[in-house]
């Protein structure tokens, strides 16, 4: 990433931005553990053997910035995680990464790139195999990871003058020692699909080279591998694929601060108040400066900064290796030796919470003080990661005993049930295509983002008994839907399937739609593109699938010519998914004997009430409000300070759970509801205009009055 720093002077008279700015005498040094690897090292064109420190580079801007030659500063600056080989830990990562210029895909070349990947992990030189059923070879990662990034959404935000039209890719070849040039030129010639493919840049073109080889096993602080960090560096220098930023030199200024402010207090966070005191010294004298300087660098940077928590708008995470060090030891607790844990925890977890997060996904709060006490401490404990997993939605809390669920703990489905034929498996994938062909795929991290998603709409979604029957595993997973329902979601990889056994296929669409929203939150959360399809497997040929048209009643054919008309005809095993008949909801009472409606769903009297709840917090969300004013709006909407309050200190730092409980004392018309119109949608929206939140305002407008317009309700 090429940052030139720009003086832009915020008073009229000059200023000194680097005044009062901390100093150290030792750079940041890359931090590197056996089970991933973060690195933020400032790189030139052709990188000296002594790298600077990051002292001197503050030096050197504020040198530049004395003479007015600040215009001509820039530095690149380079960002790695590593997962660290735990193939659930990919699921995870892209929640924590921001717009890379390039990606680097990293492959063993021991490996064929068709043969079934092996991982294992390492933590204190020791290492143990993760015993799991992987369905991923190298060749299979490449493909993955190059549809993940067709997915993204474009990003946008300030101060970029230049920004590659799409990322590119580095395939990074491991363990090169131990292969033959013969090897290394026959896995180079088996990718030469990727020679072509303007994504993908080929570490040495003319001869033929798609792949980085490197050395793995040079020795961490040795001559050797400091020379093979600078190759690797100068290579991705070379590549001319770099992100580039003009910024205030204040901003860039800042963010360097705050790396040496936590280089010197020996912690990966700092507090706001510490942080305010920074912004001081660089005259960044209003907080609302520090919280969009913050928010900045948490869009381009390593940083990490949750403004929208209540619980975490205190803290910044300056370095997030911490975090993911506690999800990476969270998952590997399930595969380590027992006689090996206390390597990860101390004291390590109990054979019961070992087994109980095994076998059913499933951990206490505590187990996470005995992996994160090396890390938690009176700022950053247990309690403010149990709230950043939820934010992020990486787990669900369940039940009413604590219960936390983590589907990345699970093991990998060994085999699958024979697919339903009463109603035909759907499938719901991303359409890629590339030169003529189409391909299915789903972005990495979308399958236990949906999960956790589903498992949050707790009136309607549950788990299922554990048994042969049914899957709880981290890439299939069975949930009771409406009380009495059964739907299987199977992670294939480059798709979802979704099995439902049950004959009645009247209640096909309401499922349809219930797992469609998740993925579409889950979409939001990975920043990927909402561009979905549904298809179904072709029974002519198993390589082909059949897409489902816009118009819900027609597909299209990947493969053969035949374009099966599996929408049409008497067949409805396919069309039942689509087809909406006017039956009550799966699960509703027998004595509701009106139509079902989608969002929102309106009494006869208008007024609203609980059983809307989840309709409310829908419609809110689907039309962008975060609920982090839920305070002003339940006021807006009659609620007194006291009933809000009890509300705030109930959901501590939770902003879903405090807008749901805020919606909920609403449509109990507490307080002063029935004063302010009662629980009415007209009411709510006359709320958000005077919250000057119209433009949510205006899509549930338009929405209900769409929506009145074709509702026929008995009087």
Same mark, same amino acid.
């Given at each position: ?134 369905? #991923? ?355 294939? #990889? ?49 390589? %082909? ?30 069309? %039942? ?16 004997? +009106?139509?079902?409606?989608? +969002? ?81 949608? !007209? ?28 509702? !026929?309700?008995?009087?």
């Amino acid at each position: 990433m090429n940052k030139p720093i720009e003086n832009e002077p915020t008073r009229n008279e000059p200023i000194n931005p680097m005044e009062n700015i901390p100093t150290e005498s030792s750079p940041i040094e890359n931090k590197q553990t056996e089970n991933k690897t973060m690195l933020k090292q400032p790189t030139k064109k052709k990188p000296a053997k002594n790298k600077p420190t990051t002292s001197e580079l503050v030096k050197k801007m504020v040198q530049a910035f004395k003479k007015g030659e600040s215009k001509k500063l820039s530095t690149n600056w380079v960002h790695f995680i590593d997962s660290g080989g735990q193939p659930a830990y990919r699921e995870l990562l892209p929640l924590f990464t921001r717009a890379a210029a390039l990606n680097i895909i990293t492959i063993d070349l021991t490996k064929g790139l068709d043969e079934k990947c092996e991982f294992q992990y390492r933590i204190h030189q020791n290492t143990s195999p993760i015993n799991t059923n992987l369905r #991923y070879c190298n060749l299979n990662i490449i493909r993955s990871t190059i549809s993940s990034g067709a997915m993204l959404q474009p990003v946008k935000f300030p101060y970029v003058s230049d920004m590659p039209k799409h990322s590119h890719y580095l395939i990074l070849g491991t363990r090169k020692e131990l292969v033959t040039e013969k090897k290394l030129k026959e896995i180079n010639e088996s990718l030469m699909e990727y020679k072509a493919n303007k994504k993908v840049i080929p570490y040495n073109k003319d001869q033929g080279s798609i792949i980085f080889p490197v050395n793995t096993l040079l020795p961490a602080g040795s001559k050797e591998r400091e020379e093979a960090s600078i190759q690797l560096c100068t290579t991705i220098s070379d590549f001319g694929v770099a992100m580039t930023i003009t910024l205030p030199i204040q901003l860039f200024t800042f963010e360097i601060s705050l790396q040496l402010e936590a280089a010197n207090k020996k912690r990966s966070f700092l507090t706001k108040e510490e942080v305010i005191k920074l912004g001081v010294s660089l005259r960044l004298d209003k907080e609302s400066d520090i919280n969009e300087a913050l928010q900045y660098l948490h869009n381009v940077t390593i940083i990490l900064y949750y403004r929208d928590v209540d619980i975490l708008k205190d803290l910044i995470f300056v370095d997030p290796k911490p975090i993911l060090d506690v999800l990476s030891r969270l998952i590997a607790v399930t595969y380590v030796d027992h006689d090996k844990l206390q390597q990860i925890a101390k004291p390590p977890p109990s054979i019961d919470e070992r087994s109980t997060l095994k076998n059913f996904g499933l951990f206490k709060k505590d187990i996470l003080k005995i992996i994160g006490n090396e890390i938690f401490n009176r700022n950053f404990t247990s309690s403010h990661m149990i709230a950043l997993l939820k934010h992020l939605h990486i787990i669900a809390e369940v039940g009413e005993e604590g219960d936390y669920f983590f589907p990345c703990a699970l093991s990998s489905y060994e085999e699958l049930n024979p697919p339903p034929t009463e109603i035909q498996p759907l499938l719901i994938a991303w359409e890629i295509n590339d030169r003529g062909t189409t391909t299915l795929a789903i972005p990495q991290g979308l399958f236990p983002l949906t999960i956790v998603h589903l498992l949050e709409e707790k009136k309607i979604v549950e788990f299922s008994p554990k048994g042969k029957e049914y899957y709880r595993c981290h890439d299939a997973m069975s949930l009771c839907v409406y009380k009495e329902y059964y739907i299987d979601i199977i992670n294939c #990889y480059t798709h979802i399937e979704m099995y439902f056994y049950d004959c009645r296929k009247e209640f096909c669409h309401q499922i349809c739609e219930l797992v469609t929203k998740a993925i579409k939150k889950s979409s939001k959360d990975l920043n990927v593109n909402d561009d979905h399809i549904f298809a179904f497997k072709c029974s002519m040929d198993e390589q %082909c699938y059949c897409i489902v048209k816009e118009d819900k009643s027609s597909t299209r054919c990947t493969q053969c010519r035949s374009h099966c008309k599996v929408l049409q005809g008497g067949d409805d095993s396919y069309r %039942c998914w689509f087809n909406n008949p006017q039956l009550p909801s799966p699960g509703a009472e027998a004595s509701l004997e +009106r139509p079902p409606t989608t +969002r929102p769903t309106v009494q006869p009297t208008g007024l609203l009430d609980t059983s809307n709840l989840i309709d409310v917090i829908d419609v809110l969300g689907d039309h962008g409000y975060s609920g982090v004013s839920y305070y002003d709006l339940g006021l807006r909407l009659g609620l007194h300070p006291g009933t809000l309050d009890v509300i705030k200190e109930d959901n501590k730092g939770d902003v879903c759970s405090c807008l749901r409980e805020c919606l909920k004392a609403w449509l109990e018309q507490r307080d002063s509801v029935k004063r302010k119109g009662g629980p009415t949608y !007209e009411a709510l929206i006359k709320a958000l205009r005077k919250m000057k939140e119209n433009a949510v305002a205006d899509g549930i407008d338009r929405q209900t009055k769409n929506e009145m317009a074709s509702l !026929e309700v008995p009087l």
